[in-house]
């Protein structure tokens, strides 16, 4: 049964409230914003004209003078930073009252720190674009060290502005003072501490060049709060910026590629494992085409999924810990792997000692020189752009006469079908009396897949079971925590998203757990209108841990139960939005349709699945990847 109602905690309708500005006594006052589908909650423009008439009885600032909190404003906008998320507090009061002078950059008050870096994670995984957070000192910056961290993780470029205690009062212990530098430094690619005013365009200009080139990843600049009010003089935006220590190399050697190519076009039984470095470099029409011109086959990791189409016979689907049968096999038996701006990391390769049991050449192009023969000896390094190397091999094939072995390739491929008729995906869909958790995602793509849709996830079994069931065709459509795996980034990334992609449709697949750690920003999602879907695959359980109980600790489920869940239906209704209770398969379908067609609203759905479905294929820790568990039956 669907159950939906269509009130919030004021007690008044909220389809009313849509085409209306009348609420219910006591509840704040609602005006429309930029556009018509906007609304916030907001102070009455009364009210703002009134709190500004002693502003504007001020001095004007000189035109070559500034203070550093409107410098800083202005490195931001010359940047083309559209939305900066963010949460008050002492340090950074003169830098939010430069944002109140300003109207070009939308600040997204989020509800707590870690959401504010996540957010404008989402942001910039889904655009490409340089997310920016803002967060004040102390607990502020740790708050948002999760945040970082992720982002760090999976090379996400960004620029975080913390606040800081004044300089005279670094180190006494002031008040939220905390070591920023010190604390963030390995989980950052640069930071900066600004004790001059003069120095902060220059800085934010080499945060925003470090954050966004070479391999990309956060960068921290933290600004005390006396920098941020001095005045200086102010001579403009630097245009350029010159970093001798930080030169990051974009063209790859010719010899290498070269090389590379020969040994790629010689191959009896070739692979192609590419990774998130061929999103970030928006190289996915370089890899389309490489792929298509040789006619091998192609895998992605879980950070690359959507930089070659799923529903390309060539995809032998995502590889590693989680990864088909076909993936694996592939990878372990191929003669000549050709890695693309992925790492080999512990979740794709398994244990080290397997993986090179069988001898492979590997070419491995990445332009993190640190990458490369990291974990796994490589014979051909290509230190380069993604982009740049792809194109200039493909120039290289066509240029040339060397073809692949039509003979090998085709042999290689029956091989690879084999292990595809396999079909390690399938899963029992029960007598139908209970939502497999499969089915929910499955019925999602089946009914999304020909529209503009971003798929974000948390961390756990419905993160695997959206990475296998829902078959992305294109690039940055699926938003996840990959190296530190961090629950609660669901909902801060698809409202970040929803920012962005106004027009597409955004889904955060979650579990009962992960959706706790951050379910305060559906205030929000309300707030700033990003009406994003929420489909909550709740099977009572923490689910992955629960099966690694079940299968390592002899079911010993230590801690791993649910025991005291939220009405999540009437907490969505609490926060402003819509709320759903989905309890048998043949629900399913029927209450997406009717979440889609809410268009304007945040609808959280609570799927009550199989608590005692587990995500297979399977590769247990120490494990080589083609020592997979395929079922319940291997246990």
């Not at 245009?239 to 010719?254: A, D, F, I, L, W």
């Not at 493909?394 to 085709?410: Q, R, S, V, W």
Request: charged share 25%; glycine share 8%.
């Amino acid at each position: 049964m669907v159950r939906r109602k269509n009130h919030c905690a004021y007690g008044f309708d909220l389809k009313s409230r849509r085409d209306s500005t009348s609420v219910c006594e006591g509840a704040p006052k609602v005006f429309r914003q930029r556009n018509s589908q906007r609304f916030i909650m907001e102070i009455s423009k009364a009210e703002i004209a009134s709190a500004t008439a002693t502003v504007a009885q001020t001095p004007a600032t000189t035109s070559n003078e500034l203070r550093g909190a409107e410098i800083l404003v202005k490195a931001l906008q010359a940047e083309g930073v559209k939305y900066i998320w963010g949460y008050p507090g002492g340090a950074v009061l003169h830098i939010y009252d430069a944002f109140y002078k300003q109207d070009t950059i939308q600040h997204i008050l989020v509800r707590h720190e870690q959401a504010a870096v996540h957010a404008a994670d989402g942001y910039a995984r889904a655009t490409g674009e340089v997310g920016v957070a803002m967060v004040t000192s102390g607990p502020g910056v740790t708050n948002a060290i999760t945040g970082i961290a992720t982002a760090y993780m999976d090379s996400i470029p960004m620029v975080i502005v913390t606040g800081q205690v004044p300089t005279h009062a670094i180190g006494l212990d002031a008040f939220q003072e905390c070591d920023t530098v010190g604390i963030t430094r390995p989980i950052v690619k640069h930071n900066f501490l600004v004790k001059d005013a003069r120095d902060l365009a220059e800085t934010m200009k080499k945060a925003f060049h470090i954050a966004r080139t070479g391999r990309p990843g956060p960068v921290v600049v933290d600004i005390p709060k006396d920098v941020s009010f001095k005045k200086v003089a102010y001579s403009g935006y630097p245009e350029t910026v010159e970093m001798r220590s930080y030169n990051p190399v974009r063209k790859g050697h010719g010899g290498q590629i070269r090389k590379a190519l020969q040994l790629l076009l010689a191959a009896k039984r070739p692979y192609i494992y590419t990774g998130g470095g061929v999103l970030l470099s928006n190289a996915s029409a370089e890899l389309r085409t490489l792929v298509d011109m040789l006619g091998y086959p192609c895998t992605n990791t879980l950070m690359g999924l959507g930089a070659y189409p799923a529903s390309d016979r060539k995809f032998l689907g995502m590889l590693g810990m989680h990864g088909t049968v076909e993936a694996n096999n592939a990878m372990q038996h191929c003669d000549v792997l050709l890695a693309v701006g992925a790492r080999f990391d512990d979740r794709v390769i398994g244990n080290p000692k397997h993986f090179a049991q069988n001898e492979r050449k590997i070419i491995h192009i990445d332009i993190d020189p640190s990458s490369i023969s990291k974990r796994v000896r490589v014979d051909i390094p290509i230190v380069g752009d993604v982009k740049d190397v792809l194109s200039e091999m493909i120039a290289m094939i066509k240029e040339g006469a060397a073809k692949p072995d039509a003979n090998a390739l085709g042999a290689w491929w029956d091989t690879i079908e084999g292990w595809r008729k396999r079909d390690c995906l399938k899963y029992d869909h029960g007598k139908g009396d209970v939502i497999k958790p499969q089915y929910v995602v499955e019925t999602l793509w089946n009914m999304t897949k020909d529209v503009e849709t971003y798929i974000t996830s948390d961390v756990g079994q419905h993160q695997m079971w959206a990475a296998q069931y829902y078959r992305f065709d294109e690039p940055r459509r699926w938003i996840n925590s990959g190296g530190l795996g961090t629950m609660g980034v669901g909902i801060p990334y698809a409202m970040g998203i929803k920012l962005a992609k106004p027009e597409a449709e955004v889904f955060c697949v979650t579990g009962e757990g992960s959706v706790q750690m951050c379910i305060q920003e559906l205030s929000t999602c309300l707030q700033y209108n990003t009406p994003i879907k929420i489909v909550a695959l709740n099977n009572r359980y923490l689910g992955m841990v629960r099966q690694w109980q079940e299968i390592d600790y002899e079911g010993r489920y230590s801690h791993s139960y649910m025991d005291a869940l939220p009405n999540f239906v009437k907490l969505a209704e609490a926060y402003g939005h819509v709320g759903m209770l989905i309890e048998k398969p043949q629900d399913v379908e029927p209450a997406l349709r009717e979440a889609r067609k809410l268009k304007d609203r945040t609808v959280f759905m609570d799927f009550r699945t199989d608590p005692t479905e587990n995500v297979f294929p399977m590769v247990k820790a120490g494990m080589g990847i083609t020592e997979m568990l395929l079922g319940s039956e291997d246990l």
